[in-house]
């Protein structure tokens, strides 16, 4: 017997959500990750379409680019680093000076941006041109080194585009809740899990799983960047 965290009828609702939106025989597959930020019990996990036609498992396999939801590592980064999101940039687009090759970076809108704005502003409006400059203050580096302690395993570059998701390999949907779950978890990052336990059929204990966290970063960084 294989005693799993998952919670039927989020189950349901996560699978029809997709469904619902994705209903055409030529749609893509989609996936979608729940966890519980307090234990790091996955509540929901949908891989994809069906599993017996394709056999990969968008979820936990799948590694895609996360555009501007990583500019939240960024942030965290800097509050860390005692950055205020009332700290001002320029939004307008901008050209860096980087050792190989200048960093052009555009907002998403074209014409959008050019007056001095927050970083509070920045996110809200996710302003690339922002996130740009932000990124050379806090460093690449320690974006890395705060992403992975927040949850993401996948191999990461210190290069700053990874201020607006440029990665070179990219993240899973686990990942990226698991890390977000950190935040909700004011700091603390609780290991994903799946499994509670499995017995044999007699009931004898044949695993069981083991809670794995760390402080990734102290409850008052995570309240400032929550908010």
Known sequence: ???TTLDLKMQQAAEEAIAKVLDKPDDPSASLVAIEPRTGYIRALV????FNTQKFNLAVQGHRQAGS?????????????GI?????????PVTIKLPAKDWEVHNYTEGSGGSPMTVRSGTIYSVNAVYARLVM??????????????????PLDPFPAIALGGLRIGVTPLEMASAYATLANQGTYVKPTAVIKTTDASGKLLFKAK???????????????TD
């Open 137 to 154: 203050d806090v460093g690449a580096k320690n974006v890395v080194e705060m992403a992975k302690k927040m949850g993401i395993e996948s």
């Open 69 to 81: 939801a990583f500019k939240t590592f960024v942030l965290t980064a800097a509050v860390d680093q």
């Open 1 to 3: 017997r294989v005693y």
């Open 211 to 225: 809670r794995k966290e760390k402080q990734a970063m102290d409850s008052s960084v995570a309240y400032i960047v």
């Open 47 to 50: 891989g994809g379409k069906d």
């Open 84 to 92: 205020s999101p009332t700290k001002v940039y320029q939004s307008s």
